[in-house]
């Protein structure tokens, strides 16, 4: 049986960004199955399983949903339930040997301006589109997973375990259809760092006079586990509300390392700090 080990979705409440829209998305053939539950707007839950005599090769960046505006939002990296060897709990790619299943956390910007409605999850030039469920359709699917036998030929094991047709769409290399979907997944090295929070400081009443928008531009580095280092006001327009900014990336914003050749990596961020009155 496939249930144990996997991080199956917690089925819990929506997030409030995420109360409406497709939150649960399935691939499934006889060459592997790929769920995935968005739980907020920085994590991503992606269950995988191989059901292929092939080596796969996931990575996190590869993930990428599109909200009803076609607006585009990405994997960035996966997050370990421990430390790893190398040092702390991020790492962007990993392999899946033939029927095994592994459960993956994906933190990135999934901060939907509108609602999303689509997933695709590329493997080298192919691009696995996801189906979108509901959340009861979801659940059942999720306990017709946990009785497929890996052990027993691919399709009679979907058969029994209930499965009597795949979801989703795989779009080959060279086909009309992965070639418009290329664009979606640029190749960036360096991919700089991403802002997951940022919470707004609040003006005080002693600067009402200054026009809107009120800014500080910080620039700062985020190392390669996602710490912040060395923060420098660029510009501000007053040395209290520099300060002030600096004491609130710090103390509250939350980043994810940049990546270069598959590895987190320390980087040089400009931020803008926008007051809130």
């Not at 607006?71 to 991020?90: I, K, P, W």
């Not at 390392?257 to 040089?268: F, I, M, N, Q, R």
Request: hydrophobic share 40%; charged share 25%.
């Amino acid at each position: 049986m496939v249930a144990a080990g996997l991080l199956w979705p917690s089925l819990a409440a929506p997030q409030p960004e995420l109360e409406a829209g497709s939150r649960y998305f399935l691939y499934l053939s006889d060459k592997r199955i790929v769920t995935l539950e968005l739980v907020s707007g920085r994590r991503a839950v992606l269950n995988y399983i191989n059901l292929d005599d092939a080596i796969e090769v996931l990575e996190a960046g590869n993930l990428v949903v599109v909200d009803t505006a076609g607006n585009t939002y990405r994997g960035h990296v996966f997050r370990a339930d421990q430390e790893l060897e190398s040092g702390g709990f991020y790492f962007v790619s990993e392999l899946i040997r033939p029927r095994q299943f592994r459960g993956y956390d994906i933190r990135g910007n999934f901060r939907f301006e509108q609602l999303p409605s689509r997933a695709y999850f590329r493997l080298g030039g192919r691009f696995v589109q996801l189906e979108p469920l509901t959340e009861e359709d979801f659940e059942l699917v999720a306990n017709k997973i946990g009785e497929i036998d890996l052990t027993a030929e691919s399709k009679l094991a979907l058969v029994d375990a209930g499965f009597w047709r795949g979801y989703g769409q795989l779009h080959t290399a060279g086909s009309d259809e992965a070639r418009e979907l290329r664009p979606l997944f640029p190749d960036l090295d360096p991919v700089p760092p991403v802002v997951l929070e940022n919470p707004a400081p609040r003006l005080a009443s002693r600067f009402g006079s200054l026009p809107d928008p009120v800014v500080v531009q910080l620039r700062l580095t985020i190392n390669r586990v996602g710490g912040l280092l060395n923060p420098e006001v660029i510009h501000s327009p007053d040395p209290a509300l520099g300060e002030q900014a600096v004491e609130t990336v710090r103390n509250s914003w939350v980043f994810l390392p940049a990546l270069s050749k598959g590895e987190p990596v320390d980087a040089e961020l400009v931020v803008r700090v926008v007051f809130d009155r």
